[in-house]
T-cell receptor, first 112, second 115 residues
Framework: NAGVTQTPKFQVLKTGQSMTLQCAQDMNHEYMSWYRQDPGMGLRLIHYSVGAGITDQGEVPNGYNVSRSTTEDFPLRLLSAAPSQTSVYFC???????????FGSGTRLTVV | AQSVAQPEDQVNVAEGNPLTVKCTYS??????LFWYVQYPNRGLQFLLK??????LVKGSYGFEAEFNKSQTSFHLKKPSALVSDSALYFC?????????????FGRGTQLTVWP
């Protein structure tokens, strides 16, 4: 089925560990982005990409890295996990016009 | 700077009654406006969007929203609420002058419809 696929769905990390959240889309969308959702905060943009090889920071980029080597994939890397990064992470993609966003089902991350 | 405000953290309504979830926005140019819904432990699902044209937009599941440029609002409405409408609702805005496609979200409004 066409859409945005995120893996894993759940993850527990220890402080200081690193990991990569995977995001893949099969709709040939140019634009991809990562958000984190925290209670009472809505969704906040972490990083985004307007095409392969092009990425930029959003509102809350610290502690996260991204790369976009292909149109389909947009992984999010946590370099050294901290309890403040406990959150639900959503990946989204859109055509370049940004008129329709498709969201993945989310990754629930807990850092202990 | 772009921003979205959802002034109510929670809206409670009885089944069968009309519902309104409020949203106001601030963008530097003309907006694209969106409503998304999130059910427990799920991702965001698209409800409707305003791009251009008629100020009253109809979307999924019987929802509609009215774009009011003078009041910079985009309130979500439904004539008759269902218990199954209970969920978290997000308003989002994008400046149509932006080529980057960045969406800005409100904090969300928890809608509870009781039987």
């Amino acid at each position: 089925n066409a859409g945005v696929t995120q893996t894993p769905k759940f993850q527990v990390l220890k402080t200081g560990q690193s990991m990569t959240l995977q995001c893949a889309q099969d709709m040939n969308h140019e634009y991809m982005s990562w958000y984190r959702q925290d209670p009472g905060m809505g969704l906040r943009l972490i990083h985004y990409s307007v095409g392969a090889g092009i990425t930029d920071q959003g509102e809350v980029p610290n502690g996260y890295n991204v790369s976009r080597s292909t149109t389909e994939d947009f992984p999010l890397r946590l370099l050294s996990a901290a309890p403040s990064q406990t959150s639900v992470y959503f990946c989204a993609s859109s055509t370049g016009q940004g008129l329709g966003y498709t969201f993945g089902s989310g990754t629930r991350l807990t850092v202990v | 700077a772009q921003s979205v405000a959802q002034p109510e953290d929670q809206v409670n309504v009885a089944e069968g009654n009309p519902l309104t979830v409020k949203c106001t926005y601030s963008v530097s140019g003309n907006p694209y406006l969106f409503w998304y819904v999130q059910y427990p432990n799920r991702g965001l699902q698209f409800l409707l969007k305003y791009i251009t044209g008629d100020n009253l937009v109809k979307g999924s599941y019987g929802f509609e929203a009215e774009f009011n440029k003078s009041q910079t609002s985009f309130h979500l409405k439904k004539p008759s609420a269902l218990v199954s409408d209970s969920a978290l609702y997000f308003c989002a805005v994008r400046d149509r002058g932006s080529t980057l496609g960045r969406l800005y979200f409100g904090r969300g409004t928890q809608l509870t419809v009781w039987p």
